[in-house]
């Protein structure tokens, strides 16, 4: 089974100064478990070029990826997202998905900030396990052609998110695992993947935390 890691960034040319640190620690971490698990890793850096949020272009990426077909499955993570265990494997992830031979995506619900925003019936997209099958290309380029649209803004900066889980997740349900177990690849607490998403301290938090992490097991 060839399982590809995928991360993707997007810089915004009008700032282009702007680059978080915490985004160099992640790729350190995640390229470092995928050389010791034997996994294809890739970063993608995309340049915005585009009206819409920065959090769209991962949809390009994962894309792109989907086509080349020596992949069987994708596992894409946010920039601010890294493996906190590098001794769990990502075939682990399929004891949760048991009908991974008829569904093709497999999500977590979404808590942001371990509870300060809760929701049940919602996906966070910023892990997302995707298999490489037509019904995941047809996905994805759904998903991809919606609009940057206030009407599905949680918090006015997740509309790729929001979109997901108001147009996609109802049309697709049947294609989708949505697994209640929010730490299983993500949050701040995570054990297999940690997930530092809308945490109050942003980006210096994510920088502490990765840094932390990468300097208590000696990755450089």
């Known amino acids: 089974m060839n399982i590809k890691i995928l991360q993707a960034f997007t810089l915004d040319t009008s700032n282009p100064t702007w680059y978080p640190r915490y985004v160099e620690l992640s790729k350190l971490i995640n ?6 698990n034997g996994y294809d890793y890739h970063f993608s850096s995309i340049e915005r070029k585009f009206v819409r949020r920065p959090h769209w272009a991962k949809l390009q990426a994962i894309k792109y990826q989907l086509d080349r077909d020596n992949i069987d ?16 494997r ?18 977590t619900i979404d808590v942001q ?4 925003r809760f929701n049940s019936t919602y996906a966070n997209t910023g892990v997302i ?7 995941s290309r047809k996905i994805i380029k759904y998903w991809n052609a919606h ?3 206030h ?29 209640k177990d929010y730490y299983l690849m993500n949050g701040r607490y995570g ?16 920088e502490i935390e990765m840094r932390r992490f990468s300097e208590q097991r000696n990755i450089k």
């Not at 499955?73 to 769990?88: E, V």
């Not at 900030?113 to 300060?116: L, N, S, W």
């Open 31 to 36: 390229s470092e478990y995928s050389k010791s």
């Open 73 to 88: 499955y994708i596992l894409y993570l946010d920039s601010d997202a890294f493996f906190y265990s590098h001794d769990i």
């Open 90 to 107: 990502i075939e682990s992830l399929f004891d949760y998905w048991p009908k991974k031979e008829e569904q093709c995506i497999m999500a």
């Open 113 to 116: 900030e371990e509870g300060r």
């Open 129 to 135: 396990l995707i298999k490489n099958c037509d019904m």
């Open 147 to 149: 609009k940057d649209d």
């Open 151 to 179: 009407k599905y803004n949680i918090d006015d900066t997740l509309a790729d998110q929001s979109a997901f889980n108001e147009e996609i997740l109802p049309l697709f349900s049947d294609q989708i695992n949505l697994v």
């Open 191 to 206: 054990q297999f993947i940690r997930h530092i998403n809308g945490c109050y301290g942003g980006d210096i938090l994510r």
